[in-house]
């Protein structure tokens, strides 16, 4: 007999066993209740205020608009900041003989905007890359589903292939799926993850033939032709559209060269002759005097006003989304404001 058959059969006669889990114990020692309340607390924390407050960056990044949460008091806190000592000094007449107020504006506008455009633009790009990869994702496992595998093992293999931004998620589609979640509760999580409407309608559509019970071979086949017809067709309009962006782009340089080239020359020649004029005592018999200031503040308006919303309109013919127009807008307006100020204030 050995030492450890003699040791153990002296704590046996002894009444010493050795040390048990607890009743109810976890895999870790944890109990089971204790696990499922941190999952419960942790759930919690994700749904309304409290994911605001646990998880601010991910609730200000998630949707492209909730960024506006922070870059609009940052825009009015900038302004403000600006105006109000010019306004202590001055009075109201700085609103009229200044453009204090302007610059002061069109750097709040821009703070505001440029943290959204620059989201939502890469935003788009993440859902075009994902939406691109869509279709051969489906087309593989179902070419693997034909061959005689079953699902979970198709995808598996697929998840070993490289499918761009869409292989992350589908490493985890094939993590949860060898964990023991079944294929359409994978699918769901799945297309939720992906977050695109696209991703979430053909998921839904072979979740719910999935569990019909008919050939999810050809579902899945349907769903690739769908999704590539769809994400053709959303690359053709956009490849058709981008003229017209052009357009709206190219015609708001010429508006503001056009104003450069009255300001400079017609305006200015007339605001000279008037002074001249009115200094020699014929003013009533010429043009009287020009206030030149009084017009390039009204077309420094106008510009911005111009480049503001032409953006707006470059963004929802280009890409169907008026948001998408803020990169546009951002662009033309701080060109337009470098523009006053180097070559016409």
């Known amino acids: 007999m050995g030492v450890t058959e003699t040791l153990s059969g002296l704590r046996h006669e002894k009444g010493v066993l050795p040390k048990q889990h607890s009743k109810g114990s976890g895999h870790f020692g944890e109990d089971p209740e204790e696990i499922k309340r941190k999952i419960e607390r942790a759930h919690k924390n994700?749904?309304?205020?409290?994911?605001?407050?646990?998880?601010?960056?991910?609730?200000?990044?998630?949707?492209?608009?909730?960024?506006?949460?922070?870059?609009?008091?940052?825009?009015?806190?900038?302004?403000?900041?600006?105006?109000?000592?010019?306004?202590?000094?001055?009075?109201?007449?700085?609103?009229?003989?200044?453009?204090?107020?302007?610059?002061?504006?069109?750097?709040?506008?821009?703070?505001?905007?440029?943290?959204?455009?620059?989201?939502?633009?890469?935003?788009?790009?993440?859902?075009?890359?994902?939406?691109?990869?869509?279709?051969?994702?489906?087309?593989?496992?179902?070419?693997?589903?034909?061959?005689?595998?079953?699902?979970?093992t198709a995808v598996h293999l697929v998840a070993g292939s490289e499918y761009g931004a869409l292989t992350p998620h589908i490493k985890k589609l094939d993590n949860e799926m060898s964990w023991g979640a079944g294929f359409v509760e994978g699918m769901y999580s799945f297309g939720k993850a992906l977050g695109t409407p696209l991703a979430e309608r053909s998921v839904d559509l072979i979740a719910k033939a999935s569990k019909a019970g008919g050939d999810i071979s050809q579902v899945l086949h349907a769903a690739a032709r769908d999704t590539f017809e769809i994400v053709n067709l959303a690359t053709e309009r956009r490849n058709n559209m981008m003229i017209y962006v052009i357009i709206v782009l190219v015609s708001s340089a010429v508006f503001l060269f056009v104003i450069a080239i009255l300001v400079s020359t017609f305006f200015t020649t007339m605001a000279i002759a008037g002074a001249a004029a009115q200094a020699a005592g014929a003013g009533s018999q010429f043009i009287g005097r020009l206030d030149l200031a009084s017009y390039k503040r009204l077309f420094f308006h106008a510009a911005l006003i111009q480049a503001f919303f032409s953006g707006l309109a470059a963004g929802q013919m280009g890409e169907a989304r008026l948001i998408a127009g803020l990169k546009y807008s951002a662009i033309m307006l701080y060109l337009s404001w470098m523009m006053f100020l180097v070559f016409i204030f």
């Open 46 to 152: 994700r749904k309304g205020i409290r994911k605001v407050l646990t998880h601010p960056f991910e609730v200000l990044t998630g949707r492209p608009v909730n960024i506006f949460i922070v870059s609009i008091p940052v825009a009015l806190i900038v302004f403000f900041w600006n105006f109000f000592p010019a306004l202590q000094k001055q009075g109201i007449r700085v609103l009229f003989n200044s453009t204090l107020v302007d610059n002061s504006l069109v750097l709040a506008i821009l703070i505001a905007i440029i943290p959204v455009a620059i989201l939502d633009f890469y935003e788009d790009r993440r859902m075009h890359n994902l939406e691109e990869s869509l279709p051969n994702f489906f087309r593989d496992v179902a070419g693997m589903n034909d061959s005689g595998m079953t699902l979970p």
